[in-house]
């Protein structure tokens, strides 16, 4: 279940390193590079928000006190990284929903932290009951 905090302390760093880029890019904008760099601030945005949540799940779910599955706990330590990363591309990439490859990539990190999400809520409701 260690592999909760791993994932939180993952996420936390995303949200702090993002909240930066976006400051950076607000605050001292460089002609002709941060239009082509952060070409989408609201998708940024939307990146940032989700490794909050994320790293709040983690942290939710290590604190429970429950013995969760470790399996599960690996696909939302993973996925819960992975998913907000996706906005993160999309806000550099203009093109993100267009090229096959990140709709595979997306596709996989949502089945990731779905399975993990499953295996924890499974594991919390069994608790419960």
Not at 8 to 33: D, E, K, N, Y
Not at 39 to 61: E, Q, S
Not at 103 to 112: D, G, N
Request: glycine share 8%.
């Amino acid at each position: 279940m260690s592999i909760l905090l791993i994932g939180a302390v993952a996420c936390m760093a995303a949200l702090i390193l993002s909240a930066w880029l976006m400051t950076f890019a607000r605050w001292f904008p460089i002609q002709g590079i941060d239009e082509k760099f952060l070409v989408d601030y609201k998708t940024m945005i939307r990146a940032h928000v989700d490794y909050a949540l994320m790293a709040l799940f983690n942290l939710g779910f290590y604190g429970a006190g429950i013995d969760l599955p470790v399996f599960a706990c690996w696909c939302v330590a993973i996925g819960g990284f992975a998913n907000p990363t996706v906005f993160v591309i999309a806000a550099f990439d203009p093109d993100f929903w267009h090229k096959t490859h990140w709709k595979v990539y997306t596709a996989i990190s949502f089945m990731i932290t779905t399975v993990g999400f499953i295996g924890v809520g499974t594991a919390l409701l069994r608790q419960a009951l």
